[in-house]
Nanobody, 119 residues
Framework: QVHLVESGGGWVQPGGSLRLSCVAS????????LGWYRQYPDKEREMVAE???????KYSDSVKGRFTISRDNPKDTVHLGMNSVRSEDTAVYYC?????????????WGQGTQVTVSS
């Protein structure tokens, strides 16, 4: 199992910026697919951004053009840059790492970090 620790959440005003970081344990970081998800109260977790080992990136339509995902393989870290934030970005944000263990796909999650967008 991969241990993930998020940081960088907090309060930000609408239109402001925030940067989330997630540090992963394990020696195979460069082979992980990495993602940021968010969850609203009483809702299912939804994908915000994903970055594959190849560098291919995918964003949800709601954050495209505002958020940026990046990975720093030597530092075993994935970031989520959040710009022009809106009140609807308020949620708990989770870091995800996915990898293959034999033929089995494994998903690991961080503990989550709260982001609150409010004036």
């Amino acid at each position: 199992q991969v241990h993930l620790v998020e940081s960088g959440g907090g309060w930000v005003q609408p239109g402001g910026s925030l940067r989330l970081s997630c540090v992963a344990s394990g020696s195979m970081f460069s082979l992980y697919s990495l993602g940021w998800y968010r969850q609203y109260p009483d809702k299912e977790r939804e994908m915000v951004a994903e970055i594959m080992p190849s560098g291919t990136i995918k964003y949800s339509d709601s954050v495209k053009g505002r958020f940026t995902i990046s990975r720093d393989n030597p530092k075993d870290t994935v970031h989520l840059g959040m710009n022009s934030v809106r009140s609807e970005d308020t949620a708990v944000y989770y870091c995800n790492a996915g990898y293959l263990e034999g033929v089995r796909h494994v998903d690991c999650w961080g503990q989550g970090t709260q982001v609150t967008v409010s004036s």
